[in-house]
């Protein structure tokens, strides 16, 4: 299991891109063996490695639509082997540790 955070930057298409963001969203509820949060800044991804990266991947490519000739993609990827990852289980994390 792995949380990716992932942005998609298409030139050329002027100072907004919720467009292309519905866009995206719309391929990543698609797949439906990866779980996502929409944030202000990105959308995070979490599933298998191969499922992450094929949404990715898809997100990518849907960015190109006939206008759109460049798109910047901006990929991090947290794999820890040690543990189960999951985007609940961070933010809990990080909520203990606040209350203390």
């Known amino acids: 299991m792995v949380i990716a955070e992932l942005t ?3 030139s050329g298409v002027g100072p907004s891109v919720s ?9 990543i509820a698609r797949h439906t ?3 996502s949060m929409l944030t202000p800044m990105s959308t ?3 599933g298998e490695f191969e ?8 997100v990518h490519e849907c960015m190109f639509d006939g206008t759109v000739q460049r798109a910047l993609t901006l990929v991090k990827i947290d794999d820890r ?11 809990e994390s990080v909520t203990a540790k606040l209350q203390r």
């Open 81 to 91: 082997r040690d543990k189960v990852l999951s985007m609940k289980g961070k933010l």
């Open 19 to 27: 467009n292309y963001v519905a866009r995206a969203e719309k391929v």
């Open 51 to 58: 499922d992450v990266l094929a949404v990715i991947r898809e």
């Open 33 to 35: 063996n990866v779980k």
């Open 8 to 10: 998609v930057v298409p």
């Open 44 to 46: 995070i991804l979490e």
